[in-house]
């Protein structure tokens, strides 16, 4: 087998904040105690809720943390560019391949009925009801009908098999035919699905090694049909549990966001942070500050915690400077 292959790959739509540093810590990690290659990949292909200057932020804040790229936006590599909406040529031909499947079919549903559903990439839970088909089986007729009024989304067809694999830290797992219904590939308003991107970008990247938040763990089943659908042989899965705050909410929401940039405005240092993630993350006895390259010794994914992490209050104020 080649070399491990890894990658972080943030969505520009806000700053950084602990949750996902925590990730990028860990999949850094996970590379460089393989020898392997690390992959920085820039996620905008949401354009209207991504941001130039929160992409830049969010490489400024990752070197912060003492990580380094062997490839990406910046430093350019072999399969560039590593910025998604600098990519829609390849989504193009991986769409016009599973057209020729048969594999696609054009939805007229409302876009309110759809909005949550286009390119959330975090979890079923977050997006509402699963599609129930109602496209899927228009006549030419009723699509011709549909198609005068208005502008349609690409959905994809999802087999009747279900879905099973072996996540590295979650265990197996198995997903039901059909689970969260035909996804869309490509919204009305012609922005490639979440989806899509990141499994033309995984597998044309040579990623062998996708760790990741386990919000995106629902995603997995949807992204190995779309693997099978376009012959490409998937990587290796390690979903890692997420960072709660004192509130029961994921760290990652608004409302209890520590940012990167608020934490080093407070004046914490990087060793002080990445010391805490290390110990959240089970790859350290205490939460004594350390630098990124110190723990590398350390990763393991065994010792990666099975459940979700708790932050309390007094950690958070502790960080940010409070
Ligand atoms: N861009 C996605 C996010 O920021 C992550 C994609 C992935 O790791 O597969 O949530």
New binding site residues.
Partial sequence: MGRKRGRF???PSGQLHLG?ARTALVAWLQMRQAGGEFVLRM?DIDKPRSRPEWAEQILNDLRWLGLDWDEGPDVGGPYAPYTQSEREALYEGALARLEQEGRLYPCYCSRAELAAVASA??GLASEGPAYPGTCRSLTLEERQERAAHKHPSLRFALSDRPASFNDLVAGPQRAEPGAGGDFVVKRADGIIGYQLA?VVDDAAMGITD?L?GAD?LDSTPRQLALYEALGLTPPRFAHIPLLYGPDGGRLAKRSQAVTLAGIRAAGTPPEQVVGTLAWLSGLADTPEPARAAELVPHFDLARLPRGQVAVDEPLLRLLAGG
């Fill in positions: 790959a943030p969505t996902n996620e990439p975090h990141v996708v990741r995106l």
